[in-house]
């Protein structure tokens, strides 16, 4: 299984972006997917996840969402309304373990990141 995210880049405070993770060796309408975080000095954080109907974590809850194109095989993360405090490494991960909060322990595989910087 090989998860490559994509689609980070450097944005003001206010702007957008979407985040893409391309799945291949495992059909994502099979699996839960999710998006973690990660800022400098800071331990991995659960971001969002989906298999069903997406969950998300208190701190992105109305500005971002995620979603999935079976066709694609692929997960997406729209994340509006940045702030500086969503500067990190975004990883996405797959776990067949269902829940609607995830630790990192919980991904069976991880893709290899992507940053995120929100200038203010």
């Known amino acids: 299984v090989q998860l490559q995210a994509s689609g980070g880049g450097l944005v003001q405070a206010g702007d957008s972006l979407r985040l893409s993770c391309a799945v291949s060796?495992?059909?994502?309408?099979?699996?839960?997917m999710a998006w973690f975080r990660q800022a400098p000095g800071k331990e991995r954080e659960f971001v969002a996840a989906?298999?069903?109907?997406?969950s998300y974590a208190d701190s992105v809850k109305g500005r971002f969402t995620m979603s999935r194109d079976l066709a694609k095989n692929t997960v997406y993360l729209q994340m509006n309304s940045l702030k500086p405090e969503d500067t990190a490494v975004y990883y996405c991960?797959?776990?067949?373990?269902?829940?609607?909060?995830?630790?990192?322990?919980?991904?069976?595989?991880w893709g290899q990141g992507t940053q995120v910087t929100v200038s203010s």
């Open positions: 991960g797959a776990s067949s373990y269902f829940s609607h909060y995830y630790y990192p322990s919980d991904m069976d595989y």
């Open positions: 989906i298999k069903g109907n997406p």
């Open positions: 060796g495992r059909a994502v309408s099979r699996t839960v």
